[in-house]
């Protein structure tokens, strides 16, 4: 009797061992073949990434992406928090140029110039500033470009019609930026710029020396007095006096109402904000805005996004995280797909010839802006970066403010500014 | 049914494991914490390179953040506004609570609820809102301002052009210290209704029989007998008023302000830490920190001690 329910509980339970250790055979194979890469990246930059999976899919069927995205300032606090503990590492983390400088420094990314990944070899096929910008002091290269952001004068073309002034003048020099920027404000009563600050943004960044960074040489000296940033504090108080700055910060609600109600005649900024403007920040201005090249002939870059490799990703996985790197970048398609889409302006000077460049941009009344870029993009020059970039933005800013507001002495607030550099420029 | 014997605790160790969660918690998220933040204050470290590139270097991470300018200027600044928070807190939540305490009966429930609605309402909602309303030339604070600026009387004393609230160093820091005080006064009339209830009526008869106002019974009986709920009140608004970040963080967009005039010392410590990349000084300025906290309890502590026999 005991025997024969015993048998019967092995016959009742032999359908389902059966099952169990077919499905533990179909699983192992699998197990084995079916690899995750995981891309941590910030918005518009995840779109981006998702819209280049099927190509990705092409290439290597059996692995699967997943992307892991957060909001801009909380994905780069993330992988600061990750490099650190070496938890929660993607395989491929996108980083902002603003970003890439200060990860750079430390040891926590792959350099990319080493076997197996070589990148040197692929260096004239990018824009030459963009390499550069991930190289650190060691002469490492810690992310390869995706994109990039051409500085561009953005100007409402209706505003400086009223105002009798054209593009020419206000592109000629930057004191006659300036002067025209009085002429518009006389006439129509719209700022020239959003805050003084812009100006000194781009006039600190002409005349730079190579092996200079934007506030620190390659000796972690501190450069703040040079002329450029006396020039560059000159100008900008310049503009305050005349009132031509409506005092307003970047990506404020006033910002975007300058924009949409005309009281900001002109934008220096990356070209991507035209896309911006079009798709939620001023749709309504749609054919009175126009780009030109930034005045007295700079080229400076607002913007720009990197693909690295974390030093602690498991080794299996840097392969197929190198691949994904190089489908991003070297990609034609990818790239154009990318700057068609989300307007991301491609690195990669082999989509340059695309016919796409040639097409008339609606939001800018139908011109041909991608070509005034697509030159710019190829004459900025990289800048090298420093550690304490980030501090010493703030510090000038804020020195930038007290000559603004309370008239403090350019030549005292620039003495105090290398002080507080000073201190730190070594840490 | 029971458990097998070998899985079965014997009752001796049921206080410990009921202890366990709230134990276990406080250890992962408040004691490891505060131990490697002790730890990293002595250590210089690059976050990016990962763990093991941290590199003893003893009190110079200290060193660097008693000489840091900016160090100090976050300290006036949290100063500046734990003051010009705190005691408005206090001032207006006292003479609040006795009007409510005397005057409101059926309706007092729902008065202290509003007034208590600002405290459990989230912080990073309220300083978003703050911010639109604070705006300069679409906010309503101004608006409001401007329209009562039209009075002949109160024009004297109210700008006549919008107050430019988040970008002037001058005004980012009444506008912070506006906030916190709209958001902590409802909490310390709680507090300070719930003391007022344990003060025998009688004495308050009997101070009427005697001649005694309104006011004098105000001085001389409520305010005493506050003391020891004004202490407990003081020393929240001490430590909170010295660790303020949240207010501070929104309003300015986590950068502290223009010319640094909202970065409150926890805001410096963490941009320190995530701006800057330096998690050694972060960590030795929240020890600094916290050395100014525990001063400043203890001389508050001083000041409010209940004296001897003798009172």
């Known amino acids: 009797m005991r025997e024969r ?98 990860f750079a420094q430390g040891g926590g990314l792959d350099d990319l110039s080493k076997p197996p990944y070589d990148i040197k070899r692929f260096e004239s096929r990018w824009v030459p500033y963009a390499l550069q910008q991930a190289t650190n002091r060691k002469g490492a290269i810690v992310a390869a470009p995706t994109d990039i952001g051409p500085g561009t004068l953005l100007y409402r073309t209706d505003v400086l019609a009223k105002a009798g002034v054209s593009e020419a003048d206000l592109t000629q020099s930057w004191e006659g930026y300036v002067a025209t920027g009085a002429k518009i404000k006389a006439a129509t009563g719209s700022y020239l710029m959003a805050h003084a600050r812009d100006m000194k943004d781009i006039l600190i960044r002409t005349g730079i020396q190579p092996g200079e960074g934007l506030y620190f040489d390659s000796q972690s000296n501190v450069l703040v007095t040079s002329p450029r940033f006396v020039r560059a504090f000159e100008l900008a108080r310049k503009v305050r006096q005349g009132k031509l700055d409506a005092r307003v910060g970047a990506w404020s609600n006033e910002w975007s109402e300058g924009f949409k109600r005309g009281t900001i005649a002109t934008q220096m900024t990356g070209a991507w904000l035209a896309g911006h403007m079009n798709n939620w920040l001023a749709p309504s201005t749609r054919g009175l805005w126009r780009a030109a090249p930034l005045p007295e002939r700079a080229f400076a870059a607002y913007g720009g996004t990197f693909f690295a490799i974390p030093r602690a990703t498991p080794a299996a996985n840097k392969p197929l995280a190198w691949e994904f790197i190089q489908l991003m970048t070297l990609d034609r398609n990818v790239q154009l797909s990318a700057f068609k889409t989300q307007d991301a302006f491609p690195a990669l000077l082999e989509t340059y010839d695309d016919p796409f460049f040639d097409q008339p941009i609606e939001f800018l009344g139908g011109q041909v802006a991608r070509v005034g870029w697509r030159d710019a993009a190829r004459r900025i020059s990289a800048v090298t970066v420093h550690k304490q970039d980030a501090f010493a933005d703030e510090v000038i800013n804020t020195e930038l403010d007290k000559v603004l507001d309370r008239n403090k002495d350019i030549a005292t607030a620039l003495a105090d500014a290398q002080r507080l550099l000073q201190q730190r420029a070594h840490r | 049914m029971k458990l097998p014997a070998a899985l079965r605790l014997s009752p001796e160790w049921a206080p410990y494991v009921f202890l366990s969660p709230f134990v276990v918690l406080f250890a992962v998220f408040g004691v490891f914490p505060l131990g490697f933040s002790l730890y990293l204050a002595f250590q210089s470290w690059e976050p990016t390179s990962g763990l093991s590139a941290m590199e003893f270097v003893g009190f110079d991470n200290y060193v660097f953040a008693l000489k840091d300018e900016w160090f100090w200027k976050s300290l006036k600044n949290t100063a500046w506004l734990a003051i010009a928070s705190g005691v408005p807190q206090h001032v207006v939540a006292i003479p609040l609570a006795y009007f409510i305490h005397s005057s409101f009966k059926t309706l007092r429930n729902g008065v202290v ?38 009075v002949p009387v109160l024009s004297w004393f109210l700008p006549a052009n919008p107050v430019d609230w988040l970008n002037d160093p001058a005004s980012i820091k009444p506008a912070i210290a506006m906030i916190v005080f709209w958001r902590y006064v409802g909490f310390n009339v709680v507090l300070y ?112 001690r209940p004296r001897g026999p003798s009172a």
């Open chain 1, 5 to 102: 329910i015993q048998r019967g509980r092995l016959r009742r339970r032999s359908p389902w061992l059966c099952l169990s250790l077919c499905l533990f055979m179909l699983s192992v194979p699998s197990v084995q073949a079916q690899q995750s890469l995981i891309v941590a990246a910030y918005p518009a930059v995840d779109e981006i990434v998702k819209s280049a999976l099927p190509a990705w899919k092409r290439l290597h069927p059996n692995v699967e992406v997943k992307v892991v995205s957060r909001q801009f300032t909380d994905h780069h606090t993330a992988m600061t928090t990750a490099l650190s503990t070496s938890f929660y590492l993607p395989d491929v983390m996108a980083l902002e140029v603003g970003y890439v400088g200060r």
């Open chain 2, 113 to 150: 609820g509003a007034y208590f609605m600002p405290y459990i309402t989230s912080t990073v909602a309220i300083a978003i809102l703050f911010s639109s309303l604070f705006s300069t030339d679409y906010g309503l604070i101004n608006v409001g301002i401007n329209m009562l600026a039209q």
């Open chain 2, 193 to 304: 209704l719930a003391a007022l209830q344990t003060i025998p009526a009688d004495i308050y008869e009997a101070a009427t029989m005697d001649g005694a106002g309104r006011l004098q019974q105000f001085f001389y009986i409520t305010l005493p007998s506050l003391k020891p709920m004004i202490f407990f009140g003081v020393t929240l608004s001490v430590i909170g008023g010295l660790q303020l970040f949240e207010e501070p963080f929104i309003l300015t967009g986590g950068r502290g302000g223009s010319d640094q005039s909202g970065m409150t010392t926890a805001i410096y410590l963490y941009r320190m830490a995530f701006d800057f990349n330096d998690f050694g000084a972060a960590s030795a300025m929240s020890w600094l920190l916290f050395v100014v906290v525990v001063v400043l309890t203890w001389l508050t502590n001083r000041a409010f």
